[in-house]
């Protein structure tokens, strides 16, 4: 018999590659071959753009300088999209596959399944960050002839607190897609929350908060139980809008904390939102029928 | 001298929130030998297959070579498995996805013990693949790292004719020359005869016939579904 012969294959040697890269690197590859990460980063470059020029308008005609104003603009994108576009990058992941037909082909090689979402959870947010690269380099390009020095803080806060809340959201996302029957379920799911933890959970405070005491340990967890206000807050202690722009929340985190404390605060919780969704879905994998 | 067994599996029980999938089911497959596994559709054949190849959480026990196969990797290195449905990324090529499980099972991919052309050439995207060619690729994926022992669900279910009289002759060369064991799904098991060594007949999750292959017992071919397959694929 004349073997089957895979030209496009490494062939000769088998490859020692371990499996989290070979599978993450599957789904980014699968993710920008999509061609919806690649329409994410134009969208996101765009509103990039258009943002950081209307917000240097407003700074020339009021006669002010630097970067402030467009950077808190931008934080309100960094924010609110990437957090959408890794819920949903999340919500399709093990379902789909499941779906698809090919995680039970995946599963039934000698991997174990928590490598899998692992794999797929890294692939998926290494293709979010470079979408989140490409918007966030057009902005800085742009952005570029008139920043100073001191701005260089602001800018690395936002793309550091940005680039935490695409990954806690891609975190999030696998464990919903993880726990759903269907892939529709797992996107609605993802849009649900999304909603919940962009608009819901302030306007439930907003209304609590007058008639119920919520004291410091309210506050802090106001903050804790919402990434997307984690990143907010984190994005702008970067920046020189601190006060008003911080909200109740993140005054009470400075005045407790101060601004290292905040910051490490911050961090540690961005990094437990992606750390227990992971955790979750690498516990549940294994426990479900393929 | 008994022969040895390859592969046996104890009271393999499955139940789905519909009813059973797998209903006490005991059977073993000597080494070198190939078991066909007959059924209409709905009857458990598949849910045999996944269980055996550690999918789906069940009761009961497989084992291979007398030790228990759970859910760790290193059993599943053994094995080969094809899934009765088969689906891909359309924008991957042949060449990528069978990269991708050469690389997961530490695999050379250019061993597949398949003749020269049964796949379309490497570059190929897969969108662009009928039903049954995808189903050659999926046949390529479970040869790789040649596995002791293959579990097909319907594998010629989405090839043509020329495809089914290859795919038989590889899995004779296999069991043949390289002693590899063997359970093959099918609603038409007759097909299988005079390749399979034993067949097995299921209806409602239960083994209704251990001795298929027998005189007056083998469930009767029936081509039209495969027919229908081929073209529902096509």
Request: charged fraction near 15%; include cysteine; glycine fraction near 12%.
């Amino acid at each position: 018999m004349s073997a089957q012969t895979i030209d496009g294959a490494v062939a000769g040697i088998p490859r020692r590659v371990s499996p989290l890269r070979t599978i993450a690197r599957w789904e980014y590859r699968n993710s920008v071959r999509a061609r919806w990460v690649l329409v994410m980063a134009g969208i996101f470059g765009v509103l990039s753009i258009v943002v950081t020029l209307l917000a240097f308008r407003t700074v020339r005609e009021l006669g002010l300088a630097g970067i402030g104003p467009a950077s808190a603009t931008l934080v309100n994108l960094g924010v609110l999209l990437p957090s959408l576009m890794g819920l949903l990058l999340g919500a399709g992941s093990v379902v789909g596959a499941r779906e698809q037909g090919v995680l039970p082909m995946m599963a039934a090689q000698p991997v174990r399944r928590s490598t899998i979402v692992t794999g797929m959870f890294a692939g998926l947010t290494a293709s979010l960050w470079t979408t989140l690269a490409v918007g966030f380099g057009a902005a800085l390009l742009v952005m570029s002839g008139v920043a100073k020095g001191n701005d260089v803080p602001a800018i690395v806060t936002l793309l550091a607190a940005t680039f935490g809340v695409a990954m806690a959201s891609v975190s999030i996302g696998v464990a919903l897609s993880t726990a759903s029957r269907t892939r529709a379920q797992a996107v609605a799911g993802a849009v649900g929350l999304w909603i919940m933890l962009a608009l819901g959970v302030d306007l439930a405070l907003a209304a609590l908060a007058p008639s119920v005491h919520m004291g410091p340990g309210g506050l802090l967890a106001a903050v804790l139980v919402n990434p997307l206000e984690a990143c907010r807050i984190l994005a702008l202690l970067g920046t020189d809008l601190r006060g008003a722009a911080l909200g109740p929340f993140g005054a009470y985190l400075i005045t407790t904390f101060g601004v290292a404390g905040t910051i490490a605060i911050l961090i540690a919780d961005l990094f437990v939102w992606t750390a227990a969704p992971l955790l979750v879905a690498r516990w549940l994998l294994p426990r479900r029928d393929l | 001298m008994p022969e040895a067994m390859r592969l046996e599996v104890r009271n393999l029980t499955k139940v789905y929130e519909g009813g059973w999938g797998a209903h006490e089911v005991s059977f073993s497959v000597p080494a070198g030998q190939i078991m066909a596994l007959g059924g209409p559709n709905g009857s458990g054949k598949s849910t045999v297959l996944k269980c055996v190849a550690g999918l789906v959480r069940h009761e009961g026990a497989v084992l291979v070579d007398g030790d228990l196969v759970d859910r760790a990797p290193a059993s599943r290195a053994m094995m080969g498995y094809l899934p009765q449905v088969v689906g891909m990324p359309e924008h991957a090529t042949i060449a990528e996805m069978i990269q991708l499980f050469a690389d997961l099972r530490g695999a050379d991919p250019s061993t597949i013990p398949l003749p020269a052309g049964f796949l379309r050439d490497p570059s190929t995207d897969i969108g662009t693949l009928s039903g049954g060619q995808r189903h050659r690729v999926a046949l390529a994926i479970a040869l790789l790292g040649d596995p002791s022992v293959l579990l097909l669900d319907e594998p010629v279910a989405s090839l043509d004719e020329a495809g089914r009289a290859t795919f038989w002759d590889v899995l004779r060369h296999l069991r043949d020359e390289r002693g590899v064991t063997a359970i093959v799904s099918s609603p038409a098991p007759g097909e299988l005869r005079g390749l399979a060594d034993r067949g097995v007949g299921m209806e409602d999750g239960r083994i209704t016939d251990d001795e298929l292959f027998e005189a007056g017992l083998h469930v009767a071919p029936s081509p039209s579904v495969d027919q229908k397959s081929e073209e529902e694929s096509a």
